[in-house]
């Protein structure tokens, strides 16, 4: 099964988000507080808070990203 092409922005930042949460959340907390036996929990908590501001982010810049890149590349 497909999605409609209308629905192509939202899944776009929702799955841009959520790798990049998940890995940017990952490196800081191992930056932080290094692999200890309590990692996971505290990843997938940093992550829950992290994943719906920068989905929230994604979606209302990425527009912008679209029409600057496209601005500074040739067609």
Do not use: Q
Not at 17 to 23: F, L, P, Q, R, T
Not at 46 to 73: D, E, G
């Amino acid at each position: 099964m497909k999605l409609s092409k209308k629905y192509l922005p939202f899944f776009s930042a929702a799955l841009m988000s959520c790798i990049m949460s998940a890995a940017m959340s990952a490196v800081s907390l191992l930056t932080i507080s290094g692999f200890n036996s309590n990692f996971f929990k505290e990843w997938l908590d940093s992550f829950a808070h992290v994943w719906p501001t920068s989905f929230i982010i994604i979606f209302i810049v990425a527009p912008f990203v679209r029409w600057v890149t496209s601005k500074v590349t040739e067609h």
